[in-house]
């Protein structure tokens, strides 16, 4: 298993949705970490910031530590939201 950084934009509407499926337990491959290997310092945490405040949509970002073969369903399934 290895930290990775996933990056998500979804529309404002969504991201409490999105953000509720990223720190529930039991999400599939997911599991957020308290601390961090020394290179990422931000591991574990989910970050909301506004790509650009002109448009209706938010970056989610964060370090999760997830099994490789499950990073591309992770994304995939994020990006139905």
């Given at each position: ?7 998500v ?39 909301y ?20 073969k ?12």
């Amino acid at each position: 298993m290895n930290w990775y950084q996933i990056e998500v934009i979804i529309s404002r509407e969504a991201q409490e949705t999105v953000g509720n499926y990223l720190i529930s337990k039991g999400s599939p491959g997911i599991t957020i970490e308290d601390s961090s290997p020394p290179s990422l310092p931000k591991g574990g945490d989910i970050i909301y910031s506004s790509r650009d405040p002109s448009r209706d949509s938010v970056s989610i970002e964060g370090y999760f530590y997830i099994e490789e073969k499950k990073l591309d369903y992770i994304v995939r399934k994020l990006r139905d939201f």
